[in-house]
């Protein structure tokens, strides 16, 4: 099974600010891998799969990167609607697919 | 637009059994897998089980693996899990989430808002 380690657990970050957030897989995925975003009541909501392809309606903010073992999402300018929990998910070798345990993103 | 509905779960006893459904509607339900994933509380999200359009393949987490089972009924567009032998490490939010690729890629592009499970005498 593929381990997915996300850091930070949780971000404080003020809004405006440009933020990343890290994903490694315990063996390569090459490019395997997608974001999720997740705000309470919500659906989750798939932001980035393939690594960097934006899914349908996704914000030019977000943009993902890396292959193989290391991942990043980066959001350029946080606004107030991104204050959420974000997963990443590796779908290279499954069952299983395996989520990173999350990366809160708090107000500051 | 893309909607996922679910319902079932609640509260039941260890031992016994539930069913969720989830109802799709908004996209062709007979061309895409679909898979159910969890969260317990406190932890992160779990896979859980996976079918493909046609019921062909059907793939379980170890966890769950000879308990629960999932099906679909491609004329009502609904998906299922059938959960037998409940144990308390299975309480969880359930969801259902369509798959992004008509090949079943693995990366779930719409999902339910979740149906909580708690298994507790």
């Known amino acids: 099974e593929i381990v997915m380690t996300q850091s930070p657990a949780t971000l404080s970050v003020s809004p405006g600010e440009r933020v990343t957030l890290s994903c490694r897989a315990s063996?390569?995925?090459?490019?395997?891998l997608a974001w999720y975003q997740h705000k309470p009541g919500q659906a989750h909501r798939l932001l980035i799969y393939?690594?960097?392809t934006r899914a349908t309606g996704v914000p030019a903010r977000f943009s993902g990167s890396g292959s193989g073992t290391e991942f990043t999402l980066t959001i350029s300018s946080l606004q107030s609607e991104d204050f959420a929990v974000y997963y990443c998910q590796q779908y290279n070798t499954w069952p299983p697919i395996t989520f990173g345990q999350g990366t809160r993103l708090e107000i500051k | 637009q893309v909607q996922l509905v679910q319902s079932g779960g609640g509260v039941v006893q260890p031992g016994r059994s539930v069913r969720l459904s989830c109802a799709v509607s908004g996209v062709t339900f007979s061309a895409y897998g679909m898979h159910w994933v969890r969260q317990a509380p406190g932890k992160g999200l779990e896979w859980v089980a996976f079918?493909?359009?046609?019921?062909?393949?059907?793939y379980y987490s170890d966890s769950v693996k000879g308990r629960f089972t999932i099906s679909r009924d491609n004329s009502k567009n609904t998906l299922f899990l059938q959960m037998n032998s409940l144990r308390p490490e299975d309480t969880a939010a359930y969801y259902c989430?369509?798959?992004?690729?008509?090949?079943?890629?693995?990366?779930?592009?719409?999902w339910g808002q979740g149906t909580l499970v708690t298994v507790s005498s």
């Open positions: 989430a369509k798959d992004n690729s008509y090949y079943s890629s693995g990366s779930l592009d719409y």
């Open positions: 393939g690594a960097f």
């Open positions: 063996q390569s995925i090459s490019n395997n």
């Open positions: 079918i493909s359009y046609d019921e062909s393949n059907k």
